[in-house]
């Protein structure tokens, strides 16, 4: 009876704790953000949401939007179910949430932006704006490009030309290996390399260009090593991630391998805890980002310095992914620029909309919403001023600046017809 | 030849420690007759015990403590659990420890977080035992080997040599007889499982720091011991073995020995619309397939010869 006694008291308190967040909510912009917060990858999700909550706050202790309006992220667990992605978008809908942001997972970025082609069609007043933070794949800015769609990542071409650029102009690499995961990502990722090595680091042969079983099929890296011995490759390239990525990286410096890993996935929290610090230096490997904390360009400004450090308290983790502010900064800039929360004005507002991150300036550019950016590309090492640090934990090592490419650089030609409303 | 040789030996360690992950197993299942569905979990918890136990006390330590933590984790669940579950047959054991792999890892989530965590190869053995090809061998890959050898034979030893083995396996065949002499027969059962759990914990403590040590790397690792268990034959150690190093060196031979399926078509005289309809299929290559070698030999194997390799009995 005491346990129904309690229960029943439980019960009486929700509707109260609902109707809490019903007043605080009357009158901010709502972000909704989908996203795992439960299932395998459910700690990506919560990083992500982390960061939004961090940047939400940092921009709402500065006056909010729109003359006093609060930003509020509002978590929607997809449990990395693509279908429930949908079921949570139109849950988003009927709550009046009017921007929806995403990216653990380009099946769900391409659900959504489906999903709103039909929506904001048939439904011009309850118009929804998708806000991509990190689903990379290429096709979202070309051939299904839609004006409710804003990227704030490099796609995958852009990063792979990025990684070509600066192989072409490494001195030390002559001879390459490739392994990519056999899926459409990694597709991508070798079709763009196998393109952008042509054309921007001629002078480098490719000696491995290999697809491997995704997902943690593959136990033993070893035999792919022997093949990278036995072929001189004196560098990596990798799109890998995750186990593929964590094996292959501890594999490789098991047996010693002394050839330079270049990533893209390197530096994601999980895969250096996965490999360790020690491999990773051993190894060294290489990521390409926005940002990192001990770049040059990051120490100097007041402004970036004194965000980071509030998000290093707020968290207890080093700065990953620079962009989820730029999605929350720039949207509170977009909407301010919109002078409404009306999304196709927000959306209409974010083409050609500059702001100045640590790195240079990060543009969208109007005819395709993807953003557009310089990115570094570093190394790990245990000789660094800031180690990386995870749930106040540090990993030990963190990254050092090889070289920066440029935004211009990073200009890839678009295929997108977009069609304004 | 000297690449096959070398090729041969790099099969033979990754097949060993494929048998060490299955040992357990074969315990279980194949003496059992248990479907062990949570063994890649306990093979987990090894592997996570490991890694908190050498934070404090370092690698030596947590290579007894862990796998004994794990075998009185194994004992417990098998008393409480599966020997309830055991008179309603296969399919409701199946059931629960699928159920059991399931909640451990939401355990080890809990507990551990969701994250990596960053589990290493022990300092005293990191060091370069020799070179070959190019290839460097640390100590532990040696010791990993070693160690599987010893518990193949301690496990060998143990079921044909010894009185427990004599009735665990009488146990097996003929509980009603074992417990009319005296013995108990749930007792047996209970030790024997957490016994095989130990195993799996004893390859979590030498395999976490390799494979890389996550919450879902039960998921990933559970399917392919079942392979070793099946396609060595059920109530087969030596079967298990012999599957293991089968599947090891296959594997790495197709990795090793890469060719695309098409020139592989053309050398035998077929010629396939390359560019055509069979586009995808053209562009495979063995290192591709690679992973996918030990359910065909699976699929193979039920089909054409239920028992296994060295089985006693079908499955």
Same mark, same amino acid.
């Given at each position: 009876?005491?346990?129904? #006694?309690?229960?029943?008291?439980?019960?009486?308190?929700?509707?109260?704790?609902?109707?809490?967040?019903?007043?605080?909510?009357?009158?901010?912009?709502? !972000?909704?953000?989908?996203?795992?917060?439960?299932?395998? !990858?459910?700690?990506?999700?919560?990083?992500?949401?982390?960061?939004?909550?961090?940047?939400?706050?940092?921009?709402?202790?500065? #006056?909010?939007?729109?003359?006093?309006?609060?930003?509020?992220?509002?978590?929607?667990?997809?449990?990395?179910?693509?279908?429930?992605?949908?079921?949570?978008?139109?849950?988003?809908?009927?709550?009046?949430?009017?921007?929806?942001?995403?990216?653990?997972?380009?099946?769900?970025?391409?659900?959504?932006?489906?999903?709103?082609?039909?929506?904001?069609?048939?439904?011009?007043?309850?118009?929804?704006?998708?806000?991509?933070?990190?689903?990379?794949?290429?096709?979202?800015?070309?051939?299904?490009?839609?004006?409710?769609?804003?990227?704030?990542?490099?796609?995958?071409?852009?990063?792979?030309?990025?990684?070509?650029?600066?192989?072409?102009?490494?001195?030390?690499?002559?001879?390459?290996?490739?392994?990519?995961?056999?899926?459409?990502?990694?597709?991508?990722?070798?079709?763009?390399?196998?393109?952008?090595?042509?054309?921007?680091?001629?002078?480098?042969?490719?000696?491995?260009?290999?697809?491997?079983?995704?997902?943690?099929?593959?136990?033993?890296?070893?035999?792919? !090593?022997?093949?990278?011995?036995?072929?001189?490759?004196?560098?990596?390239?990798?799109?890998?991630?995750?186990?593929?990525?964590?094996?292959?990286?501890?594999?490789?410096?098991?047996?010693?391998?002394?050839?330079?890993?270049?990533?893209?996935?390197?530096?994601?929290?999980?895969?250096?805890?996965?490999?360790?610090?020690?491999?990773?230096?051993?190894?060294?490997?290489?990521?390409?980002?926005?940002?990192?904390?001990?770049?040059?360009?990051?120490?100097?400004?007041?402004?970036?310095?004194?965000?980071?450090?509030?998000?290093?308290?707020?968290?207890?983790?080093?700065?990953?992914?620079?962009?989820?502010?730029?999605?929350?900064?720039?949207?509170?800039?977009?909407?301010?620029?919109?002078?409404?929360?009306?999304?196709?004005?927000?959306?209409?507002?974010?083409?050609?909309?500059?702001?100045?991150?640590?790195?240079?300036?990060?543009?969208?550019?109007?005819?395709?919403?993807?953003?557009?950016?310089?990115?570094?590309?570093?190394?790990?090492?245990?000789?660094?001023?800031?180690?990386?640090?995870?749930?106040?934990?540090?990993?030990?090592?963190?990254?050092?600046?090889?070289?920066?490419?440029?935004?211009?650089?990073?200009?890839?030609?678009?295929?997108?017809?977009?069609?304004?409303? | 030849?000297?690449?096959?040789?070398?090729?041969?030996?790099?099969?033979?360690?990754?097949?060993?420690?494929?048998?060490?992950?299955?040992?357990?197993?074969?315990?279980?299942?194949?003496?059992?007759?248990?479907?062990?569905?949570?063994?890649?979990?306990?093979?987990?918890?090894?592997?996570?015990?490991?890694?908190?136990?050498?934070?404090?006390?370092?690698?030596?330590?947590?290579?007894?403590?862990?796998?004994?933590?794990?075998?009185?984790?194994?004992?417990?669940?098998?008393?409480?659990?599966?020997?309830?579950?055991?008179?309603?047959?296969?399919?409701?054991?199946?059931?629960?420890?699928?159920?059991?792999?399931?909640?451990?890892?939401?355990?080890?989530?809990?507990?551990?977080?969701?994250?990596?965590?960053?589990?290493?190869?022990?300092?005293?053995?990191?060091?370069?035992?020799?070179?070959?090809?190019?290839?460097?061998?640390?100590?532990?890959?040696?010791?990993?080997?070693?160690?599987?050898?010893?518990?193949?034979?301690?496990?060998?030893?143990?079921?044909?040599?010894?009185?427990?083995?004599?009735?665990?396996?009488?146990?097996?065949?003929?509980?009603?007889?074992?417990?009319?002499?005296?013995?108990?027969?749930?007792?047996?059962?209970?030790?024997?499982?957490?016994?095989?759990?130990?195993?799996?914990?004893?390859?979590?403590?030498?395999?976490?720091?390799?494979?890389?040590?996550?919450?879902?790397?039960?998921?990933?690792?559970?399917?392919?011991?079942?392979?070793?268990?099946?396609?060595?034959?059920?109530?087969?150690?030596?079967?298990?073995?012999?599957?293991?190093?089968?599947?090891?060196?296959?594997?790495?031979?197709?990795?090793?020995?890469?060719?695309?399926?098409?020139?592989?078509?053309?050398?035998?005289?077929?010629?396939?619309?390359?560019?055509?309809?069979?586009?995808?299929?053209?562009?495979?290559?063995?290192?591709?397939?690679?992973?996918?070698?030990?359910?065909?030999?699976?699929?193979?194997?039920?089909?054409?010869?239920?028992?296994?390799?060295?089985?006693?009995?079908?499955?």
């Amino acid at each position: 009876m005491k346990f129904r #006694g309690i229960a029943a008291f439980l019960l009486i308190l929700v509707p109260f704790g609902f109707a809490s967040v019903v007043a605080k909510a009357e009158d901010t912009v709502k !972000i909704g953000l989908i996203e795992p917060f439960s299932g395998p !990858i459910a700690a990506v999700g919560r990083d992500t949401l982390e960061g939004f909550e961090y940047y939400a706050d940092y921009v709402n202790a500065r #006056g909010g939007v729109l003359g006093g309006r609060q930003i509020e992220i509002v978590p929607l667990d997809n449990a990395m179910n693509a279908e429930k992605t949908t079921q949570q978008l139109r849950k988003a809908i009927d709550d009046g949430i009017r921007f929806v942001s995403q990216g653990v997972g380009s099946n769900h970025a391409l659900n959504i932006i489906k999903f709103l082609g039909k929506h904001n069609r048939r439904n011009p007043d309850e118009s929804i704006l998708f806000l991509n933070h990190s689903a990379v794949t290429t096709s979202f800015t070309n051939e299904l490009c839609s004006f409710w769609h804003v990227r704030f990542d490099a796609n995958v071409d852009m990063k792979v030309a990025a990684l070509a650029t600066q192989i072409g102009r490494d001195p030390s690499v002559s001879k390459l290996y490739m392994l990519n995961q056999n899926y459409a990502y990694g597709q991508a990722f070798q079709s763009a390399a196998q393109q952008f090595l042509g054309e921007r680091a001629p002078n480098v042969e490719l000696v491995g260009d290999e697809l491997i079983v995704p997902f943690g099929k593959v136990l033993d890296f070893t035999p792919y !090593i022997a093949k990278i011995k036995a072929s001189g490759a004196d560098t990596v390239l990798t799109g890998n991630w995750g186990p593929d990525l964590v094996r292959f990286v501890k594999a490789a410096a098991a047996s010693g391998l002394q050839t330079p890993f270049y990533t893209i996935y390197g530096g994601l929290p999980s895969s250096i805890a996965g490999f360790g610090g020690k491999d990773g230096v051993a190894v060294g490997i290489k990521q390409i980002t926005e940002m990192h904390e001990n770049d040059a360009n990051f120490n100097g400004t007041p402004e970036f310095e004194e965000m980071n450090n509030g998000w290093t308290e707020y968290s207890g983790k080093s700065m990953y992914s620079e962009r989820l502010g730029w999605v929350v900064l720039m949207f509170a800039m977009a909407v301010d620029k919109a002078g409404t929360d009306d999304p196709a004005a927000v959306a209409a507002a974010f083409e050609g909309l500059t702001y100045e991150g640590p790195g240079g300036a990060v543009t969208i550019r109007a005819e395709d919403h993807q953003a557009h950016f310089p990115m570094v590309i570093s190394t790990m090492s245990d000789q660094v001023e800031r180690p990386f640090l995870y749930n106040n934990e540090s990993f030990g090592v963190g990254w050092q600046t090889d070289a920066w490419v440029t935004a211009d650089e990073l200009t890839l030609p678009t295929t997108c017809d977009m069609k304004r409303p | 030849m000297e690449s096959f040789i070398f090729a041969l030996f790099n099969g033979v360690l990754y097949g060993m420690l494929l048998f060490m992950l299955a040992s357990g197993l074969t315990l279980i299942f194949s003496m059992m007759g248990v479907l062990n569905f949570a063994h890649a979990s306990f093979f987990m918890l090894g592997a996570y015990f490991a890694y908190s136990i050498s934070t404090y006390v370092g690698f030596w330590p947590a290579l007894i403590v862990a796998p004994l933590i794990v075998g009185v984790v194994g004992a417990l669940v098998e008393r409480y659990g599966l020997r309830p579950v055991h008179s309603y047959g296969h399919v409701a054991e199946l059931l629960f420890t699928f159920g059991i792999a399931y909640v451990i890892e939401e355990i080890v989530k809990m507990i551990w977080g969701q994250v990596p965590v960053p589990y290493d190869i022990p300092e005293s053995l990191n060091f370069t035992l020799f070179a070959w090809a190019g290839l460097d061998y640390s100590a532990y890959r040696v010791f990993m080997l070693l160690v599987s050898v010893g518990i193949f034979v301690a496990l060998f030893a143990l079921l044909t040599k010894t009185r427990i083995g004599l009735i665990i396996r009488a146990a097996v065949s003929d509980p009603t007889h074992v417990a009319t002499l005296g013995h108990d027969v749930p007792t047996i059962f209970m030790w024997t499982f957490g016994f095989g759990c130990a195993l799996a914990g004893v390859a979590g403590v030498l395999g976490g720091n390799v494979l890389g040590t996550e919450p879902a790397m039960a998921l990933q690792l559970g399917p392919i011991v079942f392979v070793v268990i099946v396609v060595g034959g059920l109530g087969s150690l030596g079967g298990a073995l012999i599957a293991a190093l089968l599947i090891g060196i296959i594997q790495t031979m197709a990795i090793f020995y890469d060719f695309g399926i098409n020139a592989a078509l053309l050398a035998v005289g077929i010629e396939i619309d390359a560019a055509g309809m069979f586009r995808d299929f053209a562009r495979i290559t063995t290192a591709q397939a690679s992973p996918v070698i030990p359910y065909l030999l699976l699929v193979l194997m039920l089909i054409f010869r239920p028992r296994g390799m060295f089985g006693t009995r079908d499955v």
